[in-house]
């Protein structure tokens, strides 16, 4: 396959963007994403031109740093799947593909097709562990989830935090990404005693660096690991909850 | 997987020259200002030249078998791993000068129970 990439280069975070072109011959429709790039690459490099700058880690979809809007869609055409797991099969010789970085203000532009999703973090550490003493490995089955709880924390758990719902959403909102976080501790045993200060505390700052969620649902589309948009409603029924509880009360009871 | 000090030294003989060839025909693009990811990688290619002569020389030096490290110099008749206990009971700890590495040893003390040869007849 040959196909055509308009790719956005972009030197550093101030400096002025653009898109450049360039032809990729020879491409196997068994490649992935990553490799057609990888290989485009190789050959920047023999030509004496800067390499284009994406990120990279598993390619095997779990670690979320490989995301790019791939003509204008978050991981491109393929639902349920990040860039690294998209092959060049779902592409036709002779096509021209448009690729970018995340375009949203809490993701600034590192270099090249790199953002910055350090905004993410920032969440994490509001709320987003279990600091109690959950004890020594428990006994299996000696702390009863019900199948239905498991299944919905697991789910939850499978955000790898790449920031497509963020790049997908019209008003930049980190809703799926903060819910599916908040989700998978709030659902579980050990979650319960900081459940209610957990939500309070990952809502609110995320707030502080994401713009605000209108149930457009473009996230669970752009989603590769297809989290469900109900997870936002429980985001927001456990804050709303949050707010009507004494807390410190709660946590007592366990 | 097997060692010997014939491949060991070969390796040491032939490394060297692999690295001088990365050094001096590497090809870094890009600036100091910005992210420059073919840096990282160009350092970490040096860097694993660097561990690779080390894991030679450590593995020549442990005139040994011992756990992974199975030296084809000593096995016993029947194929097995010989520990060496006696002379190298003891962590090599490689000290980084620039030049060659130099060896500390730091001894292994067993105190309630004593290393035994492992059998699984
Ligand atoms: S919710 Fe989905 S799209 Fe958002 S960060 Fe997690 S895995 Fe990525
Ligand atoms: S490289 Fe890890 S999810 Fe794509």
Redesign the interface.
């Known amino acids: 396959m040959n196909i055509t990439l308009q790719v956005w280069r972009q030197p550093g975070p101030s400096s002025p963007g653009g898109f450049a072109t360039y032809l990729v011959e020879d491409v196997s429709p068994d490649m992935s994403f990553l490799e057609m790039l990888d290989v485009l690459n190789e050959r920047l490099v023999l030509q004496g031109e800067e390499p284009i700058t994406f990120e990279s880690d598993c390619r095997e979809g779990i670690c979320g740093a490989c995301g790019v809007m791939i003509n204008g869609l978050p991981h491109g055409p393929q639902l349920g799947t990040a860039t690294c797991q998209l092959h060049m099969r779902k592409f036709s010789d002779g096509d021209t593909i448009t690729v970018e970085p995340w375009r949203a203000a809490a993701f600034p532009v590192v270099k090249d097709l790199m953002v910055d999703r350090s905004a993410f973090d920032r969440i994490i550490e509001a709320g987003g562990y279990i600091s109690v003493n959950t004890g020594s490995t428990p006994d299996a089955n000696e702390i009863p989830v019900p199948k239905p709880v498991a299944d919905t924390a697991f789910d939850a758990a499978a955000c790898i935090g790449c920031g497509a719902c963020v790049a997908a959403c019209p008003n930049g909102a980190a809703n799926l990404f903060t819910a599916a976080k908040v989700a998978h501790l709030n659902l579980l045993p050990q979650g319960q005693p900081e459940r209610w200060d957990r939500v309070v505390a990952m809502v609110d700052t995320m707030e502080e660096f994401f713009g605000s969620c209108t149930n457009h649902g473009e996230c669970e589309k752009a989603c590769p690991k297809s989290i469900s948009i109900d997870f936002i409603a429980m985001l927001n029924h456990d804050y709303v909850k949050a707010k009507f509880k004494n807390r410190r009360l709660v946590a007592q009871q366990g | 997987m097997s060692r010997s000090a014939e491949g060991l030294q070969k390796a040491l003989s032939e490394i060297p020259a692999l690295y001088e060839e990365f050094k001096t025909d590497v ?1 870094v ?2 600036e100091n ?3 420059n ?2 840096l990282e990688r160009a350092g970490r290619v040096d860097d694993f030249f660097q561990l690779g002569m080390l894991m030679c020389v450590d593995a020549l030096q442990r005139e040994e078998s011992c756990g992974a490290h199975f030296r084809e110099e000593y096995q016993t008749p029947e194929g097995e791993a010989l520990r060496r206990d006696d002379e190298f009971s003891y962590v090599s700890a490689w000290e980084w000068t620039g030049e060659e590495p130099v060896l500390h040893r730091e001894p292994l003390e067993f105190e309630f129970v004593t290393p035994t040869t492992r059998s699984y007849k």
């Open positions: 090809r693009l890009g200002e910005s992210v990811q073919s």
